[in-house]
């Protein structure tokens, strides 16, 4: 699922934040019950990924977004909300990287 996020969201998901993903990470936190669904994971850079675990942030999937399965809602400490979704699909591209071994640019 990892590599499907990245390869789906290849930038972070911040609104703001344009930086390579780093971590896939649970939209909802699997301690407060948040399933490991890919309409419950995003991809983001390591320092959002950080930063939204700091009080007052919140992320929720967005299921009255268009994007049902993409739409993330996040709500700073301010207020704020912003809804993000996956960039639109593109085709695969596979290399191989060494004989037998083949890895999915993201
Ligand atoms: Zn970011």
Redesign the pocket.
């Known amino acids: 699922m990892s590599r499907f996020l990245r390869f789906r969201d290849r930038i972070?998901r911040?609104p703001w934040?344009d930086?390579p993903v780093r971590h896939s990470d649970h939209v909802e936190s699997a301690e407060e019950g948040g399933p490991t669904t890919v309409a419950n994971t995003q991809g983001?850079?390591e320092?959002?990924n950080h930063g939204k675990q700091a009080r007052g942030w919140t992320a929720r999937p967005d299921p009255g977004h268009p994007a049902r399965t993409t739409g993330v809602e996040t709500t700073t400490p301010t207020g704020h909300r912003f809804t993000s979704t996956a960039p639109p699909a593109r085709k695969p591209v596979w290399v191989e990287v060494e004989p037998g071994v083949w890895d999915l640019i993201a």
Request: charged content about 0%.
């Open positions: 972070c911040t934040c930086a983001l850079c320092t959002c």
